[in-house]
T-cell receptor, first 117, second 112 residues
Framework: GAGVSQSPSNKVTEKGKDVELRCDPI?????LYWYRQSLGQGLEFLIY????????KSGLPSDRFSAERTGGSVSTLTIQRTQQEDSAVYLC???????????????FGQGTRLTVV | LAKTTQPISMDSYEGQEVNITCSHN???????ITWYQQFPSQGPRFIIQ???TKVTNEVASLFIPADRKSSTLSLPRVSLSDTAVYYC?????????????FGKGTKLSVKP
């Protein structure tokens, strides 16, 4: 089976433009996470979706950032009016939580490298 | 969610055993201790998870004392390819898992 897929793998955009990053989680995984990782830094939590519950948006750095998860599957992270400090690798992960889960292992995608010029 | 503390970096040589200790003083009763490994330009990947005592798999061993306030990831006979960043975190088992908060991790450098 396929793992977590993210697209695009690389994105260069001009300052002030909007960008959309896509995440296809592993089929059947109820939990989906977005993180941001700047060069040489740790993972910064952004947002968490779990089933039909309201998402945990506590990590979003500003109102320019938003995310949706449609039909409990694909997720899109949108950054409006991009700034140079938004340049980072954006990582998505999914996990199977709840009934039947033997362990809460999160599977990560390869990330989208965003460069704002 | 458990707040974790790890050494920022560690150096080792090929063939040595490496032990990375993580402190998690406020770990919750329902939290499992989980370790992830991240290579450059890749997303983290799960290594091992445990609740108490010792867990061993083909990659590593995880030692957790009775009070669960710390844990130690043990990598036997490391090679150059084990150079990576290692993260420990507390994960809620099954049920209503919340978000996964990663700390800064431990950067392990294995030298020839």
């Amino acid at each position: 089976g396929a793992g977590v897929s993210q697209s695009p793998s690389n994105k260069v955009t001009e300052k002030g433009k909007d960008v959309e990053l896509r995440c296809d989680p592993i089929s059947g995984h109820t939990a989906l996470y977005w993180y941001r990782q700047s060069l040489g830094q740790g993972l910064e939590f952004l947002i968490y979706f779990q089933g039909n519950s309201a998402p945990d948006k506590s990590g979003l750095p500003s109102d320019r950032f938003s995310a949706e998860r449609t039909g409990g599957s694909v997720s899109t992270l949108t950054i409006q009016r991009t700034q140079q400090e938004d340049s980072a690798v954006y990582l998505c992960a999914s996990s199977l939580v709840g009934q039947g889960a033997s362990k809460t292992e999160a599977f990560f995608g390869q990330g989208t490298r965003l460069t704002v010029v | 969610l458990a707040k974790t503390t790890q050494p920022i970096s560690m150096d080792s040589y090929e063939g040595q055993e490496v032990n990375i200790t993580c402190s998690h003083n406020n770990i919750a009763t329902n939290d499992y201790i989980t370790w992830y490994q991240q290579f450059p330009s890749q997303g983290p990947r799960f290594i091992i998870q445990g609740y108490k005592t010792k867990v061993t798999n083909e990659v590593a061993s995880l030692f957790i004392p009775a009070d669960r306030k710390s844990s130690t990831l043990s990598l036997p006979r490391v090679s150059l390819s084990d150079t990576a960043v290692y993260y420990c975190l507390g994960e809620n088992y099954g049920g209503s898992q919340g978000n996964l908060i990663f700390g800064k991790g431990t950067k392990l450098s294995v030298k020839p």
